[in-house]
């Protein structure tokens, strides 16, 4: 019995040998039998599209239809975990608090990690993700973190931090062109505001590929051309906010 748990420790620890925790995300769990429908009232996609183990874009919006966080959400047996910045970790939790002690469903929150893996959640094209309960993994990879920022960011995907926290509807973002926003789903905090500029057409702001200098600007900072840059690669190439043509 001894020789069996020490083949199986050993085979964890080379499972988890590979695996590097994305210091930039955390996860929120809502758990309990209203987790989804609690959810659905403060998410901008339909959770009930989901798939057990798959991950979905979504975003949180307040009651002015800007973006709290962005990130994705995933069904789990025990209920849904929601992948956001590790920056926002505590203004999601503060945001939800008022609302979830009226629900059937609590918060857990730092009892996963987010890692890079080669195989799991697919996050993006050929890029996957798992989601750890094991403390021992504990290992950052610098380069594993950026290499998965480009490839949001050649995605267009924005992955909302706290500098551009509550400052951008979810189409200014292009939250809307990753899947990350449901026009057919029910009521959710800010819908209104975010249904009504998409059906009248009033985005007057848009997101593009932009080159910058790595160490004279950071998120949130507005550039040369009067676009604000929101979201910054190493490379030097990112994605910034800028005033659409028509406007």
């Not at 798959?54 to 929601?82: C, F, Y």
């Not at 890692?115 to 750890?132: N, P, R, T």
């Not at 007057?204 to 600007?217: D, H, L, Q, S, Y």
Request: proline content about 2%; hydrophobic content about 40%.
């Amino acid at each position: 019995m001894l020789n069996k748990l020490l083949v199986l420790s050993v085979e964890i620890h080379l499972q988890n040998h590979n695996l590097y925790v994305w210091k930039d995300a955390s996860i929120i769990s809502i758990v309990g039998p209203d987790a989804e429908n609690f959810l659905q009232g403060y998410i901008t996609s339909d959770i009930s599209k989901n798939s057990q183990n798959q991950l979905k874009p979504m975003s949180i919006t307040d009651i002015k239809g800007r973006v709290i966080a962005s990130g994705w959400t995933t069904k789990q047996i025990e209920g849904i975990d929601l992948i956001i910045h590790t920056s926002l970790k505590e203004t999601v939790e503060s945001f939800f608090a008022p609302y979830i002690r009226f629900s059937k469903s609590s918060l857990l929150t730092d009892h996963k990690r987010v890692c890079h893996s080669s195989s799991g959640l697919q996050i993006a094209d050929g890029y996957f993700v798992e989601l750890m309960t094991d403390e021992s993994v504990s290992d950052v990879s610098f380069s594993k973190d950026q290499e998965l920022l480009e490839i949001l960011t050649k995605n267009k995907f924005v992955f909302v931090e706290a500098r551009i926290s509550q400052k951008f509807l979810p189409q200014q973002l292009g939250l809307h062109s990753v899947g990350a926003v449901d026009f057919d789903k029910g009521c959710y905090l800010g819908q209104e505001i975010v249904a009504r500029v998409q059906f009248r057409g009033s985005v007057k702001k848009e997101i593009t590929m932009t080159e910058f200098e790595k160490n004279a600007v950071c998120v949130g900072d507005k550039l040369s051309d009067g676009s604000i840059l929101i979201q910054a690669p190493e490379s030097g190439v990112g994605l910034a906010v800028t005033k659409t043509k028509s406007s």
